[in-house]
């Protein structure tokens, strides 16, 4: 399975992570799914937790939409740099695991 960063706002975060949503919208999602997402909050520059992506479940005005499995939230967010990254992806990023 591959893994990605994936910038989210910090309401879209708590939201996926606390399993008040079950999808993330994309107007570009990743090719390669299903795939590990980090969930890096935009303007913070950490990981607060992961999830797992499942395949496009159809196209809405929203964007693409992406199921959502396997909230969980880090105890203590990470930095961006445990991810090879030094700043926060415009909306994705590939990275190793």
Known sequence: MDAIVLAVSQENADALLD???????RALPPT??????Y?????TGTVVGE????????RTA????LPVTKP??????RPLADFGLAKT?????YVEK
């Open 51 to 58: 999830c797992v992506l499942g395949e496009r479940a159809g």
């Open 39 to 43: 969930l890096a909050v935009v303007g």
């Open 89 to 93: 992806p415009r909306s994705f990023r």
């Open 32 to 37: 390669r799914l299903p795939a590990r997402a």
């Open 62 to 65: 929203k964007g693409w939409t």
């Open 19 to 25: 399993g008040k949503r079950s999808a993330d919208h």
């Open 72 to 77: 969980r939230r880090y105890r203590k967010a």
